[in-house]
């Protein structure tokens, strides 16, 4: 019983650590939620310095040694030591919504990273022509004279193309054959 309280305490106590300050005390409140009773918080975790789409943006200037410009960023008094040269700028500024042409764009950035370019898929078409009297034409480069000339593995991007009936059915299959099991 008194590891369980132990362990509710420190809870409570890191969750306490994390919550805004409050403005005024209501004893009230405590009251109420000591009794076990449900209330909403009567603290809000807004700061009224910060609009609506506004966050805290960090930088971080090092400077050191860097000669090829004078450091404009900060223009207080100075130390007079390596310090001059470092500065850690926090600035409230507006985080624009992202509307779809910046998800568009940021999912061909992370797509572009993995060598995958505007939204294509990899279609991989296998060809063994062994044993075929056809000559095979899919290969037109330079031959080796062994068997190999007679595979190929082609992969080619093609547009992405979503089927969203087809989604639908699988979707029902799968669904299907999990309530079956």
Known sequence: MLTRAAAVAAVLGSAAAFAPAPVAPRSATGLRMAAGYSTASPYSSKNSNMGPAFAPVITIFDNRGCKEHKNKEY?????????????VKVANQKIPFPTDDVVNEFRRENL???????????????FDHRGCSRAPKE???KRAGTYDDEMLVK??????????????QVLEQTIGVLKAK
Do not use: C, W
Request: net charge negative; no cysteine; glycine share 8%.
């Open 139 to 141: 290969y037109t480069g």
């Open 75 to 87: 223009n207080g008094p100075k130390a007079g030591d390596e310090n001059d040269e470092m500065l």
């Open 155 to 168: 992969i080619d991007f093609k547009a992405a193309e979503v089927n969203s009936k087809l989604a639908q």
């Open 112 to 126: 572009a990273i993995q060598g995958n370019l505007d939204l294509r898929a990899p279609q991989i078409t296998i």
